[in-house]
């Protein structure tokens, strides 16, 4: 799993990942997911199944990416900042189980980050 956190004050410093993925002909099917945390509590995301024939290759690369935007009140505003949260991987197994190896990341990952601040 490749984690990718881009922030900013602003929407100029990055845009969402099927932009570039659009752009550098990967075709893709895309959907919501809810992820539950540990606490109980529920992170809502976007995910794209990307897949693109690389040169050379005889077979499609397939990656699953999983993201959702981090801001740091309930108010949302830019000016205060944004965070763009992604996780990238192969596909293992189907979409479903992509998606759930990543969710058992982003649950491990929230739990590091709330020790962190305790």
Same mark, same amino acid.
């Given at each position: 799993?490749?984690?990718? !956190?881009?922030? $900013?004050?602003?929407?100029?410093?990055?845009?969402?990942?099927?932009?570039?993925?659009?752009?550098? &002909?990967?075709?893709?099917?895309? &959907?919501?997911?809810? !992820?539950? @945390?540990?606490? &109980?509590?529920?992170?809502? $995301?976007?995910? @794209?199944?990307?897949?693109?024939?690389?040169?050379?290759?005889?077979?499609? /690369?397939?990656? =699953? =990416?999983?993201?959702?935007? @981090?801001?740091?009140?309930?108010?949302?505003?830019?000016?205060? &900042?944004?965070?763009?949260?992604?996780? /990238?991987?192969?596909?293992?197994?189907?979409?479903?189980? /992509?998606?759930?190896?990543?969710? /058992?990341? =982003?649950?491990?990952?929230?739990? $590091?980050?709330?020790?962190?601040?305790?």
């Amino acid at each position: 799993i490749w984690l990718s !956190m881009i922030g $900013g004050r602003s929407s100029q410093p990055f845009h969402a990942p099927d932009i570039c993925y659009d752009a550098d &002909g990967w075709r893709y099917d895309s &959907g919501s997911q809810a !992820m539950t @945390l540990a606490d &109980g509590g529920q992170l809502y $995301g976007l995910w @794209l199944d990307a897949k693109k024939r690389l040169p050379g290759e005889d077979r499609d /690369t397939e990656h =699953v =990416v999983f993201y959702f935007y @981090l801001f740091p009140s309930a108010e949302r505003r830019l000016d205060d &900042g944004i965070v763009l949260f992604k996780l /990238t991987s192969p596909r293992y197994g189907s979409v479903e189980e /992509t998606l759930a190896l990543q969710s /058992t990341f =982003v649950q491990q990952f929230f739990i $590091g980050a709330t020790k962190q601040i305790e």
